[in-house]
């Protein structure tokens, strides 16, 4: 491996002295002259039609310079998935009828949030309860009352993109028994395979909604300037150009004619990806009151109405022979994506997408469905399918393991990819350290000492008993959803420094800093050399948006590939200062061209820039590149076939835990928990360990803690103080690995580090309370309330 | 009904004429600009809002600005001296403590009356002492590992 | 989730704040504030203003004589925390308060706010908009319970931790109204209603301003035992205070428990002294005189937690705190 100088160092961040002074500054922070506030009505019911809405009363008090309901927006419709096949099915305020509590019904812009408030009490609508259902399962039934039952066209937003339209769409083609989504995938002989096996084994599992928990509150402010056409807007968001399509798409006006304004995001975790009404409805009112709209949700809102992780029922069966090889395996996973499709036909898909990365299986069948309920709506949420299917497979295998008298370790590396596999939808495996993965995570967790299951005698009967547990996962590194590039521009200062033009966000992951890494190292500069413009799409070039963890793959690809291009420049304006013919003779470092055979003759950057200036044209050197989300195919795959290629590199982890269960009141206390994660190559190390970390503290809660509490559509538990996120004296012990494979498509070997992680924390505790005290839990969240009645009632 | 309150305000006395019913961390955001401030939860359960009132850290969503008539606040903005970060600042980033930075004013004040008080806690006192600071970025192990290193202290492993 | 507008006073003396609250309709005493601003903000409670009690300094006094301690109603959380004096007599009185929500409420949460604490429930504490999918809730006005479905009661559950805690000490409490000043028992300030848990919520147009604590006797110990899901900020899911003296030779001379978070008041568990009165303290008849007394808890689904967990848990956290008062290990 080469050395670098800046790469792989964990150098402080760039954002950093902003945050810690208080002078970043988020969507919620920004105020303009004239602004008014804007507030959302939302339905109180699951599921009602809407008779009237007479806002009247609301148009006449004073201070109210705006309202918005469905009827002017009766054509309007978008989503996250809008195909030809899966057409748009959301719309920004409710028209006939609404479909969950929290499902927005007018917007209205007043001169402050009182008077907003009080107008929102002044709108009288009317409803029709009609039945509701609250279940996926119950939803797919023939009787179930449909939550989607209108009449769509087989549009689809990506027409410009070359999607191309279909006809004789019906509610009951898209919707029938409430079904949104299916996903089917096979290979093999899977009937073989099981015929094959020695020992067959099924279990089913279940996961509840979890919510991300950004520590910002949802906010957009928006701002259109009549004079010029232009929609200025901020917003809390992960791409800029996304929600700039989608605004355009909507508002049905040229993207162009919108600028997605730069303000730091204060947390994502996917749940700032999709086009929320309250946006829209902001845009809209700009629009129409010519004034500045803010409209900022409280902590209620976004629990209840900026989507959810999906809720699953997941079965799954292993054949599996005498040795531990796999034979054969067949999935069936059903998702509840609440009112809305969301990503419903996206998560199905990535369940298979996260599952056969990680084990060979030779005969492998998957379906999964995505169903509507009048459940709040579901999105994509780090690790999007992941943690739902890791958690099944891998406790599933722990099962397997038991069964057969086995270490689970030895199934998983006998049965793990490796590099160089051609998976069977195409993608090929060019850095794969997964078997490093299981290695690392085990020798860190002490595997063979404190497991249990191997110890002569495993039951105690002390009150706190403790034991180990290990999962593994994998996860995308970007994939091709619009804009379906990213790239960079660098603009070079006559004094030899640069400015790195990039339509990324950073999220709170590190993305400034570790692009800056990329374009200081490529570039031959210093970290104080680079400056970063980012987060606006009338000064920065397209990106993919920091999602499906792409950003350090495809963005920081661009950004390497504009650094080489601005660097060549350099060089061939150095050449001719220093009158050498081939710039091969050169290298560039520390802002300096010199000859490789004789280092001091060098001129810097500073000289070559102001050199090109002078003689060429007037050239103050700009640095370009591009780097599509996957090299290898122009194409989304097929979300329900999942034919097709999928993504440029796949990261991979594996995590073990160590837990205390405490037998007398079922809580567990997480004490260890070791991540390797393969990363590629840690383009910033203090970064990368802070994204290992934060995954595994999101699935510690998420295993441990964390679920949507809901009655018959409504949520109980939209605060801090009953949505149980760990709290700092929950943190155990991290450990964490990063594994070097060295991804050849990725800056300096980097692929995804942000996600993947989330997924296995939760097996990993499953197993290891199962170790500790012999009982299962197969439904997440473990709380003390389900162990301590699995104790008490030994099956 | 409006009340006139003073308030030291990062060392500066400002004198404000505010509704009685605005919180502490409304007058701060809206009357005095100071956006540093965050609103992660509005009701007490996240610490994002945390500013130092007598030295003390309390949630300024869960204080009537009325409240606060007389005290001396510091926030986020006032703890740089002369532009210079203040060394739990510095560490803060060079330790990979900060990551969205939407707990981090809260998280760095709290820090400070922790170190105010006991300049050499342990592991589990710092742990205490942020326990109603919730992020969710970090997992919380960098922002020990940061106060560790101020209190001069290694973690133990 | 903003505050609706009121009036706000905060008198000098006493004497004038009780005049306020008798004279003027529908106000609310704010001492803390931390749990009164969610309420307001959820429009829980819609008061025309509020009385503030800081700027009486009588109300923040600590004074110790020889048997007893007071407490002015606004001493917080943290200057009990913080008293060394308290730590040593009264130890059980220190662990409850720094037990409380999350180290930052501390600072500004008191005494008397802990005591005057709003019973508590997972149909109640909601937003505006939320109670309006079911309707009111008897203790928002409706008809009846949204826990029980029919009752014309209400079943919030009384969740502070400090409240057993000095009932277990046995403390008064000082009210001063228009009639006067009284002292009562803290156990006979709860009435164990749900809606109106105290008789200053149930409309005595009282102010409590201060706390009596008699020190226990030599001998006496004490413990405060709180369950909840995580170490901070979340209320308990059940709490127990007990006081207890073994005589010399070992055996229990007297006991007290009162405990917090299942019913619609502090439940204070007479029949613990008839069980355990005389017996040595060991494992087994702890876990039986647990057992006994968490049937007198009666929880119901206030919380998002089955009230079967919380029995068997209740039965845990009485144990844990006897056998650690009586230094035996379970």
Not at chain 1, 146 to 173: C, F, M, P, Y
Not at chain 1, 500 to 515: E, V
Not at chain 3, 104 to 131: E, H, K, P, V
Request: net charge neutral; proline share 5%; aromatic share 8%.
């Amino acid at each position: 491996m080469a050395a670098y100088n800046i790469v792989g160092k964990g150098v402080p961040r760039v954002d950093g002295p902003d945050k810690a002074s208080g002078k970043a500054i988020y969507t919620v922070d920004v105020s303009l002259p004239g602004m008014l506030y804007g507030k959302i009505l939302r339905s109180p019911y699951a599921h009602a039609r809407i008779i009237s809405i007479d806002t009247s009363m609301a148009e006449k008090l004073p201070g109210v310079k705006g309202i918005v309901t469905g009827r002017d927006l009766r054509d309007v419709r978008y989503a996250f998935v809008d195909t030809p096949h899966y057409p748009a099915d959301e719309q920004p305020l409710a028209v006939d009828k609404v479909r969950y509590i929290g499902d927005e019904v007018a917007a209205v812009a007043a001169e402050s949030e009182a008077v907003a408030e009080k107008a929102l009490a002044l709108i009288k609508v009317e409803y029709e309860i009609i039945p509701a259902v609250f279940s996926a399962i119950e939803a797919m039934r023939d009787d179930a009352p449909l939550v989607h039952d209108e009449q769509l066209e087989g549009t689809s937003a990506w027409e410009e993109w070359g999607v191309t339209k279909r006809k004789n769409i019906t509610a009951s083609s898209y919707a029938a028994n409430n079904v949104s989504g299916r996903t089917f995938v096979q290979y093999g002989d899977v009937d073989a395979g099981f015929e094959e096996a020695d020992h067959i084994r099924e279990d089913t599992f279940e996961l509840k909604a979890t919510a991300h928990c950004p520590m910002e509150p949802h906010a957009v402010v928006a701002s259109y300037d009549a004079v010029q056409d232009k929609l200025h807007v901020w917003l809390s968001t992960m791409g800029i150009f996304l929600k700039r399509f989608f605004l355009s798409k909507t508002l049905n006006i040229p993207a162009s004619k919108i600028r997605v304004h730069h303000t730091y995001v204060g947390g994502a975790f996917g749940g700032k990806i999709d086009l929320f009404p309250y946006e829209f409805c902001a845009a809209y009112l700009t629009i129409k009151t010519g004034q500045p709209v803010k409209i900022e949700l409280d902590r209620e809102e976004v629990f209840m109405t900026t989507r959810q992780r999906h809720p699953m029922n997941i079965t799954v069966r292993t054949g599996i022979k005498k040795d531990g090889i796999i034979t054969a395996q067949d999935i069936k996973v059903i998702a509840d994506n609440g009112a809305y499709r969301g990503s419903g036909p996206v998560v199905i898909f990535l369940c298979h997408g996260f599952s056969f990365p990680v084990y060979n299986v030779p005969n492998y069948r998957y379906e999964g469905f995505s169903v509507y309920t009048n459940n709040p709506i579901r999105g994509p949420q780090r690790g999007h399918g992941a943690p739902q299917i890791r958690f099944s497979i891998d406790s599933h295998i722990d099962l397997i393991a038991r069964d057969l008298g086995m270490d689970p370790l030895e199934i998983m590396l006998k049965n793990a990819r490796k590099q160089g596999d051609v998976i069977p939808n195409g993608d090929v495996l060019n850095s794969c350290g997964l078997t490093e993965c299981i290695k690392g995570a085990a020798a860190a967790i002490d595997w063979k000492n404190k497991r249990r299951q191997f110890q002569a005698s495993p039951a105690s009967t002390g009150r706190f008993r403790r034991g180990v547990g290990i999962s593994i996962c994998s996860m995308f590194s970007g994939a091709m959803y619009y804009p379906f590039a990213s790239a960079a521009i660098i603009k070079m200062h006559d004094d030899g420094s640069a400015t790195l033009f990039t339509g990324a966000q950073d999220i709170g992951q590190g993305s400034y800093t570790t692009l800056s890494q990329v374009l200081a190292e490529e570039l031959g500069i210093g970290m104080e050399d680079v400056h970063v413009v980012a987060g606006d799409t009338e000064l920065c070039p397209i990106d993919l948006g920091s999602f499906l963890s792409g950003t350090a793959l495809v963005t920081g690809s661009a950004v390497k590939l504009a650094a080489a291009d601005a660097k060549r420049q350099i060089m061939e304006s150095a050449a001719e200062l220093l009158g050498v013919d081939n710039i091969g003779e050169l290298d560039a470092f520390n802002k300096k061209v010199f000859q490789r055979q004789s280092p001091d003759n060098y001129v810097t950057y500073q000289q070559a820039i102001q050199a090109s200036v002078l003689r060429k044209g007037g050239n103050p050197i700009i640095g370009t590149g591009s780097y599509k989300g996957y090299e290898k195919t122009d194409r989304y795959p097929s979300l329900s076939k999942g034919k097709g290629l999928f993504t440029g590199a796949y990261g991979f982890a594996a995590q073990t835990a160590e837990v205390e269960v405490d037998t007398w009141t079922g809580k567990v206390k997480l004490l260890r928990a070791c991540t390797f994660h393969d990363c590629g190559y840690p383009l910033n190390e203090t970064i990368v360990r802070g994204q290992i970390h934060g995954c595994s503290s999101m699935g510690q809660g998420q295993a441990l803690s964390e679920e949507i509490y809901l009655e018959e559509g409504q949520l109980f538990n939209a605060s801090f103080l009953e949505y149980r996120l760990p709290i700092s004296t929950d943190t155990p012990e991290l450990v964490d690995g990063i594994v070097i494979s060295q991804e050849p498509s990725g800056p300096f070997g980097a692929k995804e580090v942000g996600e993947g992680s989330v997924a296995g924390m939760l097996a990993a505790v499953a197993n290891a309370v199962h170790d500790a005290v012999g009982v299962r839990i197969k439904s997440m969240p473990i709380t003390p309330e389900k162990v301590l009645r699995a104790l008490n009632n030994p099956t | 009904m409006k009340k006139v309150i003073k308030l030291t305000v990062n060392g500066m006395e400002k004198e404000l004429l505010v509704d009685v019913h605005s919180t502490l961390l409304d007058v701060l955001r809206e009357d005095l600009g100071l956006k540093g401030t965050k609103k992660g939860c509005n009701q007490g359960e996240c610490g994002a809002c945390t500013v130092l009132i007598d030295g003390n850290p309390v949630p300024s969503c869960s204080l009537l600005a009325v409240k606060a008539d007389g005290k001396d606040v510091l926030t986020i903005e006032g703890v740089a001296e002369a532009g210079k970060l203040h060394a739990i600042q510095e560490v803060f980033n060079e330790k990979g403590a900060i990551q969205c930075g939407f707990c981090t004013p809260g998280m760095i004040l709290v820090t400070k009356k922790l170190l105010d008080d006991n300049p050499n806690p342990d592991e589990q006192e710092i742990k205490e002492a942020i326990a109603g600071n919730i992020c969710r970025c970090t997992g919380y192990a960098q922002i020990i590992e940061a106060i560790m290193a101020l209190a001069g202290r290694k973690q133990v492993r | 989730m903003r505050l609706n507008e009121f009036d706000y006073y905060d008198p000098a003396t006493l004497e004038e704040a009780v005049e306020l609250l008798n004279q003027k309709a529908n106000g609310a005493i704010i001492a803390g504030g931390s749990d009164l601003l969610v309420a307001l903000k959820q429009k829980l409670q819609t008061p025309n203003y509020l009385l503030s009690l800081d700027k009486i300094p009588s109300l923040k006094k600590v004074k110790f004589t020889e048997n007893k301690l007071t407490l002015g109603s606004m001493v917080t959380l943290d200057d009990i925390i913080k008293s060394s004096l308290i730590q040593e007599k009264l130890p059980a009185l220190k662990q409850a308060a720094w037990e409380v929500a999350s180290p930052l409420l501390r600072y500004q949460a008191t005494i008397g706010g802990n005591l005057c604490l709003n019973t508590r429930c997972r149909f109640y504490n909601q937003t505006s908009f939320w109670r309006s999918t079911r309707g009111p809730c008897f203790k928002t006005g409706g008809k009846s319970c949204h826990v029980t479905g029919t009752e014309e009661r209400c079943y919030a559950a009384f969740c502070a931790d400090i409240p057993p805690v000095l009932i277990a000490y046995g403390a008064r409490i000082n009210l001063a109204g228009m009639q006067g000043a009284r002292t009562i028992s803290l156990a006979d300030f709860y009435n164990g209603e749900g809606r109106f848990p105290n008789v200053i919520a149930a409309g005595s147009g009282e102010i409590l301003t201060g706390i009596e604590i008699p020190f226990p006797q030599t001998g006496v110990k004490s413990v405060y035992r709180k369950f909840r899901l995580r170490d901070s900020i979340d209320y308990p899911l059940v709490g127990a205070a007990v006081a207890l003296k073994l005589d010399a030779q070992n055996k229990i001379e007297m006991i007290t428990l009162s405990c917090t978070g299942t019913a619609s008041g502090p439940v204070n568990i007479k029949s613990i002294n008839e069980v355990l009165r005389g017996a040595v303290l060991k494992p087994e008849a702890i876990w039986d005189a647990a057992a006994a007394a968490a049937v007198e808890l009666h929880p119901l689904k206030t919380s998002l937690v089955s009230p079967r967990y919380k029995r068997d848990i209740s039965r845990v956290v009485i144990a844990e705190a006897i056998a650690t008062a009586g230094g035996v290990t379970l």
